[in-house]
């Protein structure tokens, strides 16, 4: 069974930093591309980030692009999301997919990662003074 578990989130100060965790079993989360995802209070959910496999190939939304670092824990098998300078309409749940592509296409596969697929319980990050 394909599991992704979201950790990491909590509670801090506008200019934080937080890092966060996407841990997989059941896939070899390597092959995979993987995307992360917020979804803010009464908003829709939307897709932030996105690595290739290999880690070669990165894409980040404007609203994260600058602030956010996506890489992998290969030790883990899972992924991470580095989070500096955090601000309060960063407050949202944050969740992680993967998705198997035969070619690199960011906005494309966080498309396909969002319409597919269950969602994880997601890790609550909070941004506030």
């Known amino acids: 069974q394909v599991q992704l578990v979201e950790s990491g989130g909590g509670l801090v100060q506008p200019g934080d930093s937080l890092n966060l965790s996407c841990t997989a079993s059941?896939?070899?989360?390597?092959?995979?591309?993987v995307g992360w995802f917020r979804q803010a209070p009464g908003k829709e959910r939307e897709g932030i980030s996105c690595?290739?496999?290999?880690?070669?190939?990165?894409y980040y939304a404007d609203s994260v692009k600058d602030r956010f670092t996506i890489g992998r824990d290969h030790g883990r098998n899972g992924a991470y999301l580095q989070m500096t300078g955090l601000k309060p309409e960063d407050t949202a749940v944050y969740y992680c997919k993967a998705r198997y592509y035969t070619q690199f296409n960011p906005v494309q596969l966080i498309d396909t990662m969002a319409t597919s697929g269950s969602w994880g319980q997601g890790t609550q990050v909070t941004v506030s003074s």
């Open positions: 059941g896939l070899t989360l390597n092959h995979y591309a």
């Open positions: 690595i290739s496999r290999g880690d070669s190939d990165t």
